[in-house]
């Protein structure tokens, strides 16, 4: 993160960031010329935080998910997050185009999916794992259906360009106000999957021999889908859609430190931190207008997949 302060359109030396940040941290403004200031503290200093959130956030809910639902390809957007997300961000910015209004109806959307998906999965007494992936399947097509009704129905001049930008995901416009609104879910629901990590394995075995083991695996599950959703929505909300992220980082989790979620959990915090914010630092250097982070991470995701199953042969999970 200290690092990603250095780069960009007006590189600056690492000693001039660390003399900035520790003279604002202690109130003392003016040190430096004013340019210097805003650069560092007010542009890439917040757009830095947020980027640890987010692909911190999106990275855990991944590892989550893919242990609760012992499946390898389901990722942080399994249950419809980021669809509902997106259309609850599109249909704010057609009605309102309101910054807040955008990142509430986003937020509330993205809850709003994984609630349809586990009430589809309540068809079933059990509420087995599958058909909770299959209810957000269905979920996911439906607001994915819905997100390409409101482009039908924008504008397009300016709320056709707004609502394409935004779900192709990015980090430009990140403030501190950004922090303050949405780091709140996502620091609950991080810590919440923190804290319930040894759960996920003993989930990761089946329900029956949860059970055997004495956890009651509706709570357990509903505390991992709440936490889960809690962090990715809140990521979701402020950043885009960014995909890849909650499905790769977790398995290069896994071929660093194995299966145990006790230790999976934190490393995948940090690696999806650092991804992200090396995605981000590739966005806004390698070329003349900045790329979505969408793109950068499919790019970088779908190669890195295509080497794990050469790697594997389709196994070690």
């Known amino acids: 993160m200290i690092f990603s302060l250095t780069i960009g359109r007006y590189p600056l030396p690492l000693s001039v960031i660390a003399k900035i940040m520790w003279f604002r941290l202690w109130g003392l403004v003016g040190q430096f010329p004013d340019t210097y200031e805003?650069?560092?503290?007010?542009?890439?200093?917040?757009?830095?935080?947020?980027?640890?959130?987010?692909?911190?956030?999106?990275?855990?809910?991944?590892?989550?998910?893919?242990?609760?639902?012992?499946?390898?390809?389901?990722?942080?957007?399994?249950?419809?997050?980021?669809?509902?997300?997106?259309?609850?961000?599109?249909?704010?910015?057609?009605?309102f185009n309101n910054t807040a209004l955008i990142y509430i109806f986003a937020f509330a959307f993205g809850v709003l999916s994984v609630v349809l998906s586990y009430l589809i999965g309540r068809f079933y007494s059990a509420t087995p794992t599958i058909t909770l992936v299959l209810g957000g399947i269905i979920v996911s097509s439906v607001f994915s259906a819905l997100v390409s009704l409101v482009k039908y129905a924008a504008d397009p001049y300016?709320?056709?360009?707004?609502?394409?930008f935004w779900l192709m995901g990015s980090l430009a416009s990140a403030r501190y106000s950004d922090l303050m609104v949405a780091g709140i879910p996502m620091a609950i629901g991080m810590a919440g999957l923190f804290a319930v990590r040894w759960q996920i394995n003993v989930l990761s075995m089946g329900d029956r021999e949860a059970r055997s083991l004495g956890i009651n695996t509706s709570v357990a599950k509903g505390l991992v889908l709440a936490c889960a959703t809690m962090a990715t929505a809140g990521a979701v909300c402020v950043s885009g859609i960014i995909g890849w992220v909650g499905l790769v980082i977790p398995h290069i989790g896994r071929m660093l430190i194995g299966n145990d979620n006790k230790l999976l959990v934190p490393v995948s915090i940090s690696l999806g931190a650092c991804f992200l914010l090396l995605v981000d630092m590739l966005a806004r250097t390698i070329s003349?207008?900045?790329?979505?982070?969408?793109?950068?991470?499919?790019?970088?995701?779908?190669?890195?997949?295509?080497?794990?199953?050469?790697?594997?042969?389709?196994?070690?999970?």
Do not use: C, H, M
């Not at 590892?63 to 249909?91: E, K, M, W, Y």
């Open 288 to 317: 003349g207008s900045e790329i979505p982070l969408s793109i950068l991470t499919a790019l970088l995701g779908g190669p890195f997949f295509v080497y794990l199953l050469k790697k594997t042969k389709g196994g070690g999970w």
């Open 38 to 95: 805003v650069v560092v503290w007010d542009i890439r200093f917040p757009r830095a935080l947020l980027g640890v959130f987010v692909g911190a956030s999106l990275a855990v809910s991944g590892t989550a998910f893919q242990g609760l639902f012992r499946n390898p390809l389901v990722s942080s957007g399994t249950l419809g997050v980021s669809a509902g997300a997106g259309f609850g961000a599109s249909l704010a910015i057609v009605l």
């Open 158 to 164: 300016e709320q056709l360009p707004a609502i394409v």
